[in-house]
């Protein structure tokens, strides 16, 4: 069998397109124009590009990005003012603080201080609480990512076998969530976990967020299972060159899979749409106004 693959880029082009539309409309019906605040402090060399690319993405889509930049040294008690100050500006319709942070700031404490209707990247514990209990709320944009990359395989997701490798706040356990909302059978499988190989291979869907090149080989995967890879693992390549690699042995996989995603090319570009689409969403909502359907 070979895999169909997954075009996360071409999938969340159209999800970026249709998020354009609706805040042009949302801007002619109602002078609305989503607004974003970006934070980044200090100069990690990949948070900066993460927040280029980010801010790019919200210009394209006709919305407005705030960029807020601090230097490495800034401390907690003046990042936590600008947090104040973002919430209380009617302007800023999301927050989104970059991680991670500088050592001398609790990330938690900076996390709980952003309104949570505000709170774009759907960490603050008010959200994870809500979702956890079935409530609305903002939900992280990477697992929200990989569940509509599912469904476009899957109509529904219901009764699915679904196995999530990872357990962490910002992946494993919002995506194991999300599975769970959408009526799927749910294992969340970590590193403690026994015989890894013979779990992943009841999965009808199997969401891989590790952080490990290449572990989850061919014959761990069921036939025709659908495979979302997480994974964003920096490698020797040729000729001294590095290259990106997902969680997933890719070919392998690929050989007895239904479906799978690629790396790069597939999770990765739905993060960003869904950084827009939890915008527009905070801005509708704050404003009193329909969620848009996308
Ligand atoms: P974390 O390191 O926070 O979590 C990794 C999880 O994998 C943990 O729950 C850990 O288990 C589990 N794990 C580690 N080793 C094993 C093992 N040998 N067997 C089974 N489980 C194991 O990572 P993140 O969730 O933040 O990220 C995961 C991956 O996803 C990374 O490659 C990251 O770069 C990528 N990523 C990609 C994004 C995108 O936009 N595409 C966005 C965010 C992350 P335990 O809890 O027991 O330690």
């Not at 607004?35 to 590009?49: C, F, H, K, R």
């Not at 280029?52 to 990042?79: F, H, Q, W, Y």
């Not at 952003?114 to 609480?129: C, E, T, Y």
């Not at 799927?184 to 009808?204: E, F, I, N, Q």
Request: with cysteine; hydrophobic share 50%; net charge neutral.
């Amino acid at each position: 069998m070979t895999a169909h693959i997954i075009d996360g880029k071409a999938i969340a082009a159209d999800l970026r397109a249709n998020i354009a539309g609706e805040v042009a409309r949302l801007n002619a019906a109602h002078g609305l124009v989503p607004g974003i605040a970006v934070v980044l402090v200090g100069d990690n060399a990949a948070s900066e590009v993460y927040v280029r690319n980010k801010t790019r993405a919200v210009a394209d889509a006709g919305m407005r990005a705030i960029d807020r930049k601090l230097p490495a040294s800034t401390g907690e008690a003046e990042l936590l003012e600008l947090i104040a100050a973002l919430n209380a500006d009617p302007s800023v319709n999301g927050i989104l603080v970059q991680l991670p942070l500088p050592p001398q700031i609790d990330a938690q404490k900076v996390i709980a201080a952003i309104d949570p209707a505000k709170d774009v990247d759907g960490f603050h514990p008010l959200n994870v609480g809500r979702h956890a209990s079935g409530l609305n709320g903002l939900v992280p944009c990477t697992p929200l990512g990989c569940i509509l990359l599912a469904k476009t395989v899957h109509a529904s997701l219901a009764g699915l076998e679904a196995v999530v490798i990872g357990r962490s706040n910002i992946v494993g356990k919002p995506v194991a969530q999300l599975l769970l909302s959408e009526n799927a059978t749910v294992t969340v499988a970590h590193s403690k976990t026994r015989d890894l190989p013979a779990v992943c291979r009841r999965a009808d869907v199997l969401i891989a967020a590790i952080g490990r090149p290449e572990m989850i080989r061919g014959d761990w995967i069921k036939p025709g299972a659908t495979v979302i890879d997480v994974g964003i693992n920096r490698v020797a390549g040729e000729a001294g060159k590095s290259r990106i690699v997902g969680d997933v042995a890719f070919a392998e996989a690929a050989a007895v899979a239904g479906a799978i995603t690629p790396v790069p090319g597939g999770v990765g570009p739905m993060t960003i749409a869904c950084l827009l689409l939890n915008t527009l969403r905070a801005a509708c909502a704050q404003k009193g106004l329909a969620a848009p359907i996308l």
